[in-house]
């Protein structure tokens, strides 16, 4: 008796794994660079969602980095589209400190190095 439910097990076995979902793939999404390109992902990152594609894992450089970083973190698309449209890109894509954090001798040797290109060029 057991043998004959072992063998019937061992016949249906197959069948019922033929019945299961086959996995998902995993799909993975990399990023280019460029600052204009960078806020055309979030479009991609918009018509993905649209079209029910759920990615894995997400990487890229430069600002695909960092629109990848945000949106990896928990960003929603329409938040990442306020982001990019109400940021001031100038202040933000400058290496240059804010003025109030510039030590005085900083600011100081920046002036005289102002007045004096312009007496020289004169």
């Not at 695909?64 to 306020?82: F, H, P, Q, R, T």
């Amino acid at each position: 008796m057991r043998r004959l439910l072992s063998c019937l097990l061992l016949c249906l076995l197959p069948l019922i794994a033929q019945s299961s979902e086959a996995p998902r793939p995993k799909i993975g999404l990399v990023l280019s660079g460029g600052a204009a390109r960078g806020l055309a992902h979030v479009g991609v990152l918009k018509a993905l969602e649209e079209q029910g594609i759920r990615i894995d894992a997400i990487a890229g450089t430069s600002m695909g980095a960092v629109i990848g970083g945000l949106y990896a973190s928990g960003y929603k698309i329409d938040e990442l589209e306020k982001l990019a449209l109400n940021i001031d890109w100038k202040q933000a894509l400058s290496d240059a400190p804010p003025r109030e954090d510039v030590p005085f001798r900083r600011k100081q040797v920046r002036i005289s190095v102002n007045v004096t290109e312009r007496f020289a060029n004169t």
